[in-house]
């Protein structure tokens, strides 16, 4: 699986996960920076509104994993820092000490395995969303699938009849390779589109 992971902390991808990616399309833009350099970019590129704490702290993250590397200082002794390691579009989800966070991989895993699977009961998606390392529970995958059920990702398959047949579920909306997050607040935000999918807003609104 790559390094560069994408962001209900649902463990839910989350508004601080998308705050992430607006920071790594920054780095990615102007390639060498200062942390103050970098918070004007964003400021005026991004309309998250993220605060200057985060971009330092995932700035500091991001060196101590390798991504960028200092390469000199600025005014007032600010440390000037250079991409050196792009691995594409997708943040980097990392800890504070720079090793890699795998909360949110159990995500991507249910997403890219629903997407290949296309058809597929719970058991099927947990054995095949547990992989690289990554453990992804019977619970996790059931609140995930129902979640998406109810935003119309997905649609719960006719039985057949037999009494010991389980569950299907069927993708009907696939939107792209970034797992839909399901926030706290009860929204579901498809980062593919850009858009809350669920619940609609009306048409007044």
């Known amino acids: 699986m790559s390094n560069c992971l994408d962001g209900k902390n649902l463990a839910h991808p989350d508004y601080h996960n998308l705050g ?3 920071i790594w399309k920054s780095v990615r833009a102007v390639k060498r920076f200062t942390n103050n350099s ?3 970019h964003i400021g005026k590129t991004s309309t998250w509104g993220i605060n200057d704490w985060t971009v330092k702290a995932y700035v500091r993250a991001l060196h101590k994993a390798g991504f960028i590397k200092i390469t000199g200082e600025g005014k007032h002794r600010a440390n000037i820092y250079e991409l050196v390691k792009d691995c594409g579009a997708e943040a980097p989800r990392l800890r504070k000490d720079g090793t890699r966070a795998t909360a949110g991989t159990k995500y991507e895993n249910l997403w ?3 997407r290949m699977l296309k058809t597929f009961d719970i058991l099927e998606l947990v054995l095949t969303a547990s992989a690289n390392g990554v453990t992804v529970s019977e619970l996790t995958a059931k609140d995930y ?3 998406l059920r109810t935003a119309g990702y997905i649609k719960t398959l006719p039985k057949s009849g037999q009494t010991s047949e389980r569950i299907k579920y069927r993708l009907v909306k696939n939107t792209g390779p970034k797992p839909p997050a399901v926030r706290k607040v ?3 935000y498809d980062r593919n ?3 809350i999918v669920w619940p609609k807003k009306e048409p007044n609104e």
């Open 38 to 40: 970098l918070i004007i």
């Open 112 to 114: 890219r395995s629903m």
């Open 20 to 22: 992430y990616e607006a």
């Open 193 to 195: 589109l850009k858009e």
């Open 145 to 147: 699938v129902k979640d």
């Open 186 to 188: 009860n929204q579901v």
